[in-house]
Nanobody, 121 residues
Framework: VQLQASGGGLVQAGGSLTLSCAAS????????MGWFRQAPGKEREFVAR????????SYKDSVKGRFTISTDNVKNMLYLRMKDLKPEDTAVYYC???????????????WGQGTLVTVSS
């Protein structure tokens, strides 16, 4: 499967953005999906994941209640809706697909190219 992330941009603190991840050459419903991010000078970290069936979802503690991960298997799309954004959310965000349901980025085989989210204070 090939993944392409989009939707990043510059937003003020407290604002909202929705990231999208389009899947091609494969079916999103065959994979467990995740969002990760990498801030400047930091390691890539887990943000959110969703089981292939949608029956299980989990989030990084600092984004709980602010971010929502979802899929649209008809459109073959993954989303990350982000609200109440904070400067510390600034990072390049990546979507990824795995046959494992994991928070470990090493378990994800397929990656989108990343989309930059910048939150100004």
């Amino acid at each position: 499967v090939q993944l392409q992330a989009s939707g990043g941009g510059l937003v003020q603190a407290g604002g909202s953005l929705t990231l999208s991840c389009a899947a091609s050459e494969g079916t999103l419903g065959d994979y467990n999906m995740g969002w990760f991010r990498q801030a400047p000078g930091k390691e890539r970290e887990f943000v959110a994941r969703i089981l292939w069936s949608g029956a299980s979802i989990s989030y990084k503690d600092s984004v709980k209640g602010r971010f929502t991960i979802s899929t649209d298997n008809v459109k073959n799309m993954l989303y990350l809706r982000m609200k109440d954004l904070k400067p510390e959310d600034t990072a390049v965000y990546y979507c990824a697909a795995s046959t494992s349901y994991s928070e470990n980025d090493g378990r994800y085989r397929y990656w989108g190219q990343g989309t930059l989210v910048t939150v100004s204070s």
